[in-house]
């Protein structure tokens, strides 16, 4: 409470002070008489929700002349959307929909992989979902990434690029009210620290609501600052970002279905008592540098530091009982079958669980990329390394209840219809260590590459290899000795790209690549299984039209992910022998687009189709799926738009979004509904002011966001809320 008020009291002096300035400047008109004169930003639609060239790539360039399938979210879209997290972002990403916390499906695959600033180093360890107040833009560069940035998932990557501190001031402060008692302040202010000094900046943001969920809050705070030097012959930048989440009746799962992907109960219900919760502490250091050394020779370099700490203590759903088979038998509640809704008696069986993970990263990364002619031929010649480790150690206590009469020690089932909450007393369980004492994870990644891009009059030729070589280690403390196992090896990963400029409005492109990663285990006779390996072809047309107020993107594809591990199904195969699963196709078509429909009117829309299914197996039926079958949340279709028009002369604007998502299914085969939501924004601009009324699930759609297993239920999506915030710049 004390950072809000603090937060408060500097947002509202900021949006006091300078009163008497507020009144733009007049002059007289032809008859000698005063005239108020309003600033109006007109056009500015044309340039809301575009870019005109991106980085995630590493050559810096303009969407039409890359063969890089980059996806970009301008803080624009992210003030228009009222964008809180990331996952207020997902409808402008053809292809990508929730799956669980920070993690998303990209092209039929689970995606967790997560950079600021081209490093890795995520501050939210995971199962918290990245927070956008000091994110100035988010780029998605879809398909394989692994020869530009090393292991990770085949459907893409996220990129979030940081707010830099800039020498030319600028302050903005905002408060801001809505449902679900929901109330925040934020403060950033950028410039010259001193005269001919450094740039700085300084942001603060602070909320606090209570969530949808029973019991459920969420309180964040965000403290970021930086320092930007000038050396003339390179720029530094220097920032520190600290994160402190508290999250009541925390972790969530899901909520019950019936196997047409009905919620059996209230959308609200929480399987968490009111105590449970969820807190993460994170600094994030970070310091880039870049500059030129020679004309046509420019290079950057970068190091980000995480030292981060989550603790959980929350009930975690076991199984609904009682459950019955065809004959009237009870079944065991760890058994994933779904309860009979009608059954009034129906309860959640639970475990209790204490977590707490400490961990910290080191990420560095350096690239340097020169620009010449070569053989009478355009070249820009990229090379880069990088450096990653990470070590978490994870202490897990849990009691766990196995039937419906509670067991002493664990806690109570919890109702479906009328869950009681604060009748189970966590000083009465009896708490069993996981590990014995604690596990400790450690990965170690280095990676070198080289790329070559080559223009040939319209034609943009790409190549480029990457080596990496990384370790994984798991060190268990029983608490009478350590267990211990380790995992090295190395990978090789290309790029193949090509751009043909059709035009200066239309280009052809194409590409091949891959990506993989680290092996999880051994097979029976010790032996290390292959990595992971996701390669894709991919082929389109990207369109800039009109003087760029009509961009769009269209691409097929095809990713095919191989060497998925499981546990070895023989019987007679040692503990903890995994074989290698098989593979796993995806293939689709993408469409984006951006236009500008008049100078005041722009419009966002994503289409994604997709068809991800298993294409082979080891002989034992796959991953709980069989070949055939299509992967765990990987919808058909999903489409989601976004259009804002704006009356200049009040300096208004209004927004409307929708995002459908069509039917999935969870890891047990569980039908996930298919859904359609919608949001809405009113925009006032008055000069120096702004303010904003969100609406998001205007209509009230009750649905799912997503599935995971049977006896965790699914993901409720967020029924309908609003909020006000109002903004003044200086």
């Avoid at 601009?685 to 009230?700: A, Q, T």
């Amino acid at each position: 409470m004390f950072k809000f008020n603090c937060l408060a009291v500097s947002c509202g002096a900021l949006m006091l002070s300078g009163a008497a300035a507020q009144e733009a400047p007049s002059e007289e008109n032809e008859d000698g008489e005063a005239r108020q004169e309003t600033i109006i930003v007109t056009g500015r639609a044309a340039e809301l929700y575009r870019v005109n060239e991106t980085s995630t790539g590493k050559l810096p360039a303009e969407p039409l002349s890359s063969s890089l399938n980059i996806a970009v979210i301008t803080d624009e879209l992210i003030e228009d959307q009222g964008a809180r997290t990331s996952q207020d972002l997902y409808r402008n990403l053809s292809g990508v929909t929730v799956f669980s916390y920070a993690g998303v499906t990209a092209r039929g695959f689970r995606q967790e992989e997560i950079f600021f600033d081209g490093l890795r180093g995520d501050p939210y360890a995971g199962f918290s979902v990245p927070q956008l107040f000091n994110v100035e833009r988010l780029e998605f560069l879809k398909g394989p990434a692994g020869m530009l940035y090393g292991p990770g998932a085949p459907g893409g990557l996220f990129n979030y690029i940081t707010k830099k501190p800039s020498e030319e001031f600028d302050a903005l402060g905002s408060v801001m009210i809505g449902s679900e008692a929901r109330y925040g302040a934020s403060l950033e202010m950028t410039g010259a620290v001193t005269e001919g000094g450094p740039a700085g900046r300084l942001g603060l943001f602070y909320e606090d609501q209570n969530t949808p969920r029973r019991n459920a809050g969420s309180e964040i705070f965000i403290g970021d600052a930086g320092l930007g030097f000038d050396f003339g012959f390179a720029d530094l930048t220097l920032q520190v970002s600290h994160y402190d989440q508290d999250l009541a009746a925390n972790r969530l799962r899901g909520v019950p279905v019936d196997e047409l992907g009905n919620f059996i109960t209230d959308r609200r219900w929480n399987h968490n008592e009111p105590d449970d919760f969820l807190r993460l502490s994170s600094t994030v250091y970070q310091a880039q540098l870049d500059g030129e050394l020679l004309d046509g020779l420019t290079w950057d370099a970068g190091i980000r530091f995480n030292d981060r700490e989550e603790t959980q203590q929350y009930h975690e759903p076991r199984g609904l009982f009682p459950r019955q088979d065809a004959s009237g038998n009870f079944l065991d509640p760890d058994r994933n079958i779904v309860a009979n809704p009608a059954d009034a008696e129906t309860v959640m069986v639970r475990e209790y669980r204490d977590q707490l993970r400490d961990g910290e990263s080191l990420s560095v990364g350096a690239n340097a990329v020169w620009s010449a002619e070569i053989g009478g031929f355009a070249n820009r010649i990229l090379f880069g390394t990088d450096y990653y480790t990470d070590e978490d150690t994870l202490f897990y206590d849990r009691a766990r209840g196995d039937n419906v009469s509670r067991p002493a020690g664990a806690p109570n089932p919890l109702g479906l219809a009328e869950p009681a909450y604060g009748n189970s007393d966590r000083s009465t369980y009896v708490l069993t260590n996981v590990f014995g004492n604690s596990r400790t994870t450690e990965q170690t990644r280095f990676g070198a590459y080289l790329l070559d891009e080559i223009t040939f009059g319209r034609l943009i030729l790409t190549g480029g290899l990457r080596f990496d070589q990384f370790e994984d280690s798991q060190i268990i403390d029983t608490g009478a000795g350590l267990l211990v196992e380790e995992v090295d090896d190395e990978a090789v990963t290309y790029r193949l790209g090509a751009v043909y400029r059709v035009s200066d409005e239309i280009s052809l492109y194409g590409q091949a690549a891959d990506s993989f990663v680290p092996p999880a285990g051994t097979d029976r006779d010790g032996n290390l299984l292959d990595p992971v390996r996701g390669d894709i072809l991919e082929g389109g047309v990207k369109l800039g039209l009109m003087d760029g107020r009509v961009q769009a993107t269209g691409a097929i594809y095809q990713i095919k992910r191989t060497n998925l591990a499981q546990t070895d199904p023989d019987p007679d195969a040692p503990p903890g022998a995994l074989v290698a699963f098989g593979e796993v196709t995806s293939e689709g078509f993408e469409a984006d687009l951006a236009a500008d429909i008049t100078e005041d009117w722009v419009v966002t829309a994503a289409y994604a189709y997709n068809d991800t299914r298993i294409t082979a197996d080891n002989g034992t039926g796959g991953i709980r799926n069989a070949v055939g079958d299509r992967f765990a949340n990987a919808p058909e279709h999903q489409f989601g738009f976004w259009t804002r028009y704006q009356i200049p002369r009040y300096q208004l604007a209004f927004a409307l979004g929708g995002d459908y998502v069509d039917v999935r299914r969870n890891f047990e085969g569980t039908k996930v509904r298919p859904y359609t939501v919608f949001d809405a924004s009113i925009i006032w601009e008055p000069e120096p002011y702004r303010f904003l009324l969100r609406v998001d699930n205007v209509l009230d759609e009750e649905y799912a966001a997503s599935g995971f297993l049977d006896r965790t239920g699914h993901f409720p999506g967020e029924p309908v809320s609003v909020f006000l915030e109002a903004s003044r710049r200086f």
